[in-house]
């Protein structure tokens, strides 16, 4: 079971965020989805919302890479810690491309319920990544 969790977080980094599947995304993410990371009340709290979410992202990041450094699972959450490599193509939070290769750590804990991702709380290391942006 918790291989198995693993590998629902490794599939939805993998071949959703980095290779844009979106039968990935419908498997491997629930109806109820829950992002406990969004603003309170956020639209982008839900399952609807986290795609809006990584279309975001790609417009700004096309070339998005995610690197798994580990996974540690335990009952129904899995919790990883992975790098994300990218090119600045798009506009991201009003900054207008730079065509900068830009890398930020990412920390997520996922709560798995039937077979797919419920809930998220995480981390993201976006002062580097604005930093990198906005570096002259």
């Known amino acids: 079971m918790l291989e198995q969790n693993k590998e629902i977080v490794s599939r939805f980094n993998y071949e959703f965020i980095q290779g844009r599947n979106l039968q990935v995304f419908e498997e491997t993410v ?3 989805f ?3 990371t969004a603003p309170p ?3 982008n709290a839900s399952k609807e919302g986290l795609l809006q979410f990584m279309e975001i992202m790609r417009k700004a990041f096309p ?3 995610v690197e798994i450094h580990m ?3 335990e009952g129904d959450l899995v919790t990883t810690y992975k790098t994300f490599r990218a ?3 798009g506009t991201f939070m009003g900054i207008e491309p730079t065509n900068k290769r830009v890398t930020f750590d990412v ?3 996922i709560r798995i319920k039937d077979g797919q991702t419920i809930e998220h709380w995480g ?3 976006s002062s580097s990544l604005l930093q990198q942006l906005t570096a002259r």
């Open 107 to 109: 920390m997520d804990i």
């Open 123 to 125: 981390i993201r290391d």
């Open 71 to 73: 996974q540690i699972a």
């Open 41 to 43: 009340n956020s639209a």
């Open 34 to 36: 829950i992002n406990h």
């Open 63 to 65: 070339d998005l890479e």
């Open 30 to 32: 629930h109806a109820e």
């Open 87 to 89: 090119t600045h193509k």
